[in-house]
């Protein structure tokens, strides 16, 4: 069984950054895809990055394009996300999610992720106030 633990959250001003981690452990698929999502105080979960296996491939949605950055180290089972320029909209419990290299392939990164993918349990919280 994945377990997926998220770190790296935090209070922070407007303006400010956060390196927020995903470290996966227990049985691991061979290969796949990684991505963050988040969910605001009373709003669904929505994606916002995702990388591919080989890290060649990146998502983003739109709301965080130029400020966030998705990477990974396969050798630590390890993806972090660098969120730069945080604004108080970002403010949210972020997840991570892993979904199998093949699935990604098939249907696209966010879709595999969102509706095949293993979630991380608790998330970890960002606060960003203005």
């Known amino acids: 069984q994945v377990q997926l633990i998220e770190s790296g959250g935090g209070l922070v001003q407007a303006g400010d950054s956060l390196r927020l981690s995903c470290a996966q452990s227990?049985?691991?698929?061979?290969?796949?895809?990684m991505g963050w999502f988040r969910q605001a105080p009373g709003e669904e979960r929505e994606f916002v990055a995702a990388?591919?296996?080989?890290?060649?491939?990146?998502e983003y949605a739109d709301a965080v394009k130029g400020r966030f950055s998705i990477s990974r180290e396969n050798g630590k089972n390890t993806m972090t996300m660098q969120m730069n320029s945080l604004k108080p909209e970002d403010t949210a419990v972020y997840y991570c999610?892993?979904?199998?290299?093949?699935?990604?392939?098939?249907?696209?990164?966010?879709?595999?992720?969102?509706?095949?993918?293993?979630?991380g349990g608790q998330g970890t919280r960002v606060t960003v106030s203005s």
């Open positions: 990388i591919s296996w080989s890290g060649g491939i990146t």
């Open positions: 227990g049985r691991t698929v061979s290969s796949y895809a």
């Open positions: 999610a892993v979904a199998a290299h093949s699935t990604a392939q098939h249907l696209g990164l966010i879709r595999a992720l969102k509706d095949f993918g293993s979630w």
